[in-house]
């Protein structure tokens, strides 16, 4: 069964750091794109980051580059996000997903293509 589950989130206060982990099982890994999304409250998805295991593009959403660096661990088949100089409107609810194949420029604007997705995990900031 794939399986993706993020971790790593939790309460930070403004200018804090957190990294989350998003932990993969039963697809094959280097063939994938794993991407970071986000929803808020009463807000919509929102794509944040994306890696390709198989050409090592990496795209960002404008509000999280340099703040935000993605990364990959194809011996431990997973990818972290880590945050840095968090501000109050990055909290939410944060999920990684993968797609085979999928270019990460298409990723990090378009979240509903991704295939799989796992249960996210909460990022608080508190201001």
């Known amino acids: 069964d794939v399986q993706l589950q993020a971790s790593g989130g939790g309460l930070v206060q403004a200018g804090g750091s957190l990294r989350l982990s998003c932990a993969t099982s039963?697809?094959?890994?280097?063939?994938?794109?794993i991407g970071w999304f986000r929803q808020a409250p009463g807000k919509d998805r929102e794509e944040i980051s994306c890696?390709?295991?198989?050409?090592?593009?990496?795209q960002y959403v404008d509000s999280v580059k340099g703040r935000f660096t993605i990364s990959s661990d194809n011996a431990k088949n997973t990818v972290y996000l880590q945050m840095d100089s968090l501000k109050p409107e990055d909290t939410a609810v944060y999920y990684c997903?993968?797609?085979?194949?999928?270019?990460?420029?298409?990723?990090?604007?378009?979240?509903?293509?991704?295939?799989?997705w796992g249960k996210g995990t909460l990022v608080t900031v508190s201001s």
């Open positions: 890696i390709s295991n198989s050409d090592g593009n990496i």
């Open positions: 039963g697809f094959s890994f280097d063939d994938y794109t």
């Open positions: 997903a993968a797609k085979r194949g999928y270019r990460a420029t298409m990723c990090v604007r378009h979240a509903g293509g991704m295939e799989y």
